[in-house]
């Protein structure tokens, strides 16, 4: 005998609707609710451990707003992006970082697609499974991006696949980045990061810095004021401190940031390929600029395809990745893989402390 249910309250299920004007998805099962804002960005918005009701993405102080919508008082090349940052998790494409000028264009903060909306469709829907995909095409270069979440029952992991794709004729650099930022009440200086060798790039540093400028090996990068500081320890917001740290020559792509005061944690793996650095934000209390003024609390481990903070100094040093025209819907051209699979785990006691 087959029950029918119009809208399913166990085991795998979607919800779609309208959060502040924006179109938006809940993917959830009995230990994760995934929420993404198509409308904006395709972010990330909401990663929840349903168990301990601890939801792992950090907010902003000025939480979700609606690009259409929104009356920005200003337009330059970071607000383009920092205006309508919920906080989150976005896709970086097809630079990251600073802004540039890039093939004859400006290009703001993070590039073009965290801030334009995409289309989505549910392509899986049972109680065993649910998925959702999600696409949208750049509007001054011709990437076109599709991602596929993918939740299954019984499991705190997602699944996520994705594939960029020129549509046009000429082969092009593209730099492309991950962007999750964790924020209390998971983060907090119970916080550990656990991940495999890496080279940390302690560069570009802020003026309230912890660290003394140069390359060393993780976890231990030496202190401005002397001593040593050990990264997979997180600290508290009295740091009084915010920078950017680069890690390259990872020995595998993973990581795990646990907090042992909660017993709960957030690991990521994806393929070294297509993410070979690892850029670690951390605000530490510390970021006084425009716009936080010291309002934020929060860290980010974000799988980058360069340690360069804009894909005009990633072709200069020869770690941009160059993508050719489609032909027949294979890729071609590429210097490294085109398609990204990685998979996101909440759970219990994942590291010990």
Same mark, same amino acid.
């Given at each position: ?19 502040? +004007? ?7 099962? &009995?230990?994760?609710? =995934?929420?993404?804002?198509a409308g904006k960005g395709g972010d990330i918005f909401e990663f929840l451990y349903k168990p301990l009701d601890v939801d792992f993405m950090w907010r902003s102080p000025w939480g979700v707003r609606d690009p259409a919508s929104f009356v920005a008082t200003s337009h330059t090349a970071a607000s383009s992006f920092l205006d309508f940052y919920?906080?989150? @998790? ?10 540039? &000028? /890039?093939? +004859? ?12 909306? @995409? ?16 696409? =949208? ?32 004729? $000429?082969?092009?650099?593209?730099? @492309? +980045? ?15 990061? *656990?991940?495999?060798?890496?080279? $940390? ?36 917001? &009295? ?13 595998a792509g993973w990581y795990a940031l646990t907090n042992t005061r909660l017993q709960v944690g957030f690991g990521m793996a994806w393929p070294l390929d297509v993410f070979p650095a690892l850029w670690y934000w951390q605000v530490y209390g510390g970021a006084y600029g425009a716009p936080w003024y010291g309002r934020t609390y929060n860290i ?6 360069? $340690?360069?903070?804009?894909?005009? *100094? ?6 941009? /990745? ?28 994942? $590291?010990?402390?």
């Amino acid at each position: 005998m087959i029950l029918y249910i119009h809208e399913r309250n166990f085991g795998c299920r979607v919800m779609e609707y309208t959060y502040r +004007g924006l179109p938006t998805i809940s993917l959830e099962n &009995e230990l994760l609710r =995934v929420t993404v804002l198509a409308g904006k960005g395709g972010d990330i918005f909401e990663f929840l451990y349903k168990p301990l009701d601890v939801d792992f993405m950090w907010r902003s102080p000025w939480g979700v707003r609606d690009p259409a919508s929104f009356v920005a008082t200003s337009h330059t090349a970071a607000s383009s992006f920092l205006d309508f940052y919920e906080g989150g @998790w976005q896709d970086c494409l097809p630079t990251g970082g600073n802004p540039c &000028e /890039h093939l +004859g264009m400006p290009f703001g903060a993070h590039g073009e697609v965290a801030t334009i909306p @995409w289309r989505y469709s549910v392509v899986d829907d049972t109680p065993d499974r649910v998925a959702l995909r999600l696409s =949208v095409r750049c509007y001054r270069t011709p990437f076109y991006v599709e991602k596929t979440l993918t939740l299954e029952r019984g499991k705190s992991v997602l699944q996520i696949e994705e594939r960029i794709t020129n549509e046009g004729r $000429v082969t092009l650099p593209v730099m @492309w +980045g991950q962007h999750p930022a964790f924020g209390p009440p998971f983060v907090d200086n119970s916080c550990r990061i *656990d991940l495999p060798a890496a080279r $940390v790039h302690a560069t570009e540093l802020t003026a309230n810095t912890r660290f003394a400028s140069g390359v060393y090996d993780w976890p231990h990068v030496p202190a401005r004021n002397d001593g040593m500081i050990d990264l997979r320890y997180v600290a508290g917001p &009295e740091a009084n401190t915010s920078d950017t740290l680069r890690l390259a020559d990872l020995a595998a792509g993973w990581y795990a940031l646990t907090n042992t005061r909660l017993q709960v944690g957030f690991g990521m793996a994806w393929p070294l390929d297509v993410f070979p650095a690892l850029w670690y934000w951390q605000v530490y209390g510390g970021a006084y600029g425009a716009p936080w003024y010291g309002r934020t609390y929060n860290i980010a481990l974000e799988p980058f395809s360069t $340690v360069q903070t804009t894909v005009v *100094d990633a072709v200069a040093d020869g770690s941009a /990745h160059y993508l050719g025209q489609a032909r027949r819907g294979r890729l071609i051209s590429w210097r490294r893989p085109t398609a990204g699979f990685w998979a996101c785990q909440a759970s219990r006691r994942m $590291v010990k402390s």
